[in-house]
């Protein structure tokens, strides 16, 4: 048998490689607390990375992807150290951040109906079509309504 294994040690620049986060990311993201204080070395006094450290700041790219805010991450993952005491708090939070997505896609969706809609009327421009550019007119107008509305309450 052998004894335990060490952890290997990763730089800040191998760290953003591997997350793909830049290193100014992962320097901000420890200063504000968005991640704990990550270890130095003994001489260098350079931030030290190991498995765990690499394994959350993944977790926290993944969330910063969908467009989480820097606190609520930071609120997440102050949670995360609760366990289950902070359950429902961290579905509170990630059903607000699915709510919010759930409206951006249904604003992109729409901003792209309205291109193409718009595609549509310059065709029909070009066509001398003028009962069509009438039409798709009214078309995008009533879908720019719509699309003001949407993510209001």
């Given at each position: ?102 409206v951006e896609a249904t604003q992109v969706a ?44």
């Amino acid at each position: 048998m052998s004894g335990p294994t060490a952890q290997r040690g990763y730089t800040i620049k191998e760290a953003a490689a591997l997350t793909g986060l830049p290193a100014s990311t992962l320097r901000y993201y420890e200063s504000i607390g968005v991640v704990p204080p990550i270890s130095r070395g003994a001489s260098s006094k350079h931030r030290v990375y190991d498995e765990d450290d690499l394994d959350q700041l993944m977790w926290v790219a993944c969330l910063a992807a969908t467009g989480l805010s820097v606190a609520d991450m930071r609120r997440y993952v102050a949670n995360g150290r609760l366990g289950p005491a902070a359950a429902a708090e961290q579905v509170e939070l990630l059903a607000q951040q699915r709510d919010r997505l759930r409206v951006e896609a249904t604003q992109v969706a729409l901003r792209q109906e309205y291109v193409d809609l718009k595609i549509a009327y310059w065709e029909a421009v070009e066509a001398d079509d003028d009962a069509r550019t009438e039409l798709l007119s009214g078309q995008a107008r009533a879908l720019a309504d719509r699309l003001k509305a949407v993510g209001k309450p």
